[in-house]
T-cell receptor, first 115, second 113 residues
Framework: KAGVTQTPRYLIKTRGQQVTLSCSPI?????VSWYQQTPGQGLQFLFE???????NKGNFPGRFSGRQFSNSRSEMNVSTLELGDSALYLC??????????????FGNGTRLTVT | AQSVTQPDIHITVSEGASLELRCNYS??????LFWYVQSPGQGLQLLLK??????LVQGIKGFEAEFKRSQSSFNLRKPSVHWSDAAEYFC???????????FGPGTRLSVLP
């Protein structure tokens, strides 16, 4: 079974631009979560989508948004990029059907650099 | 809200030595507990998990962890470390309602030859 796929792997953007990152979960997984990882802040939860609905949201500004499609693929968008948005963005999928607490399966991330 | 602490930011051990990485959590009930490992430039990989039952759980790559309710701890151990174990290790807490995970800050492990 294929793992979680994130594209692109690396991205360089200029301050003020916007960016869209993509995540394809493991087949059959309906939950997709996004995390931002930086050396100073560690792993910070952005949001979780389950069956196309945002189920949880972390403490990030509205510039960060996401969505999930009917095939469970997810995208996250960051508008008006700031230098501080430079980070590794990790996507994770799981079954997470509210009954079981199935583990998260992570992709290798998208490394975003804002200049 | 639950929280996770990993007291050691960076640990260095010699290859072949034993390892223990500490994890303490704060949660009103028994949470679901996880250890993940992240190699440089990679995503996180699940090492092991505890949901209920036997408090000593075995994971992949020769790792084990012990849940101690009285100490609110879930420490990760390995009897003999290999150079390939050098990575960052994250402890995580999941709430039984399946709403979210909270990750600890991570412990970076260096292995000396």
């Amino acid at each position: 079974k294929a793992g979680v796929t994130q594209t692109p792997r690396y991205l360089i953007k200029t301050r003020g631009q916007q960016v869209t990152l993509s995540c394809s979960p493991i087949s059959g997984h309906r939950s997709v979560s996004w995390y931002q990882q930086t050396p100073g802040q560690g792993l910070q939860f952005l949001f979780e989508y389950f069956s196309e609905t945002q189920r949880n949201k972390g403490n990030f500004p509205g510039r960060f948004s996401g969505r999930q499609f009917s095939n469970s693929r997810s995208e996250m968008n960051v508008s008006t990029l700031e230098l501080g948005d430079s980070a590794l963005y990790l996507c994770a999928s799981s079954l997470r059907d509210r009954v079981t607490n199935s583990p998260l399966h992570f992709g290798n991330g998208t490394r975003l650099t804002v200049t | 809200a639950q929280s996770v602490t990993q007291p050691d930011i960076h640990i260095t051990v010699s290859e072949g030595a034993s390892l223990e990485l500490r994890c303490n959590y704060s949660y009103g009930a028994t949470p679901y507990l996880f250890w993940y490992v992240q190699s440089p430039g990679q995503g996180l990989q699940l090492l092991l998990k505890y949901f209920s039952g036997d408090t000593l759980v075995q994971g992949i790559k020769g790792f084990e962890a012990e849940f101690k309710r009285s100490q609110s701890s879930f420490n990760l151990r390995k009897p003999s470390v290999h150079w390939s174990d050098a990575a960052e290790y994250f402890c995580a807490v999941g709430t039984p309602d399946g709403q979210n995970f909270v990750f600890g800050p991570g412990t970076r492990l260096s292995v000396l030859p």
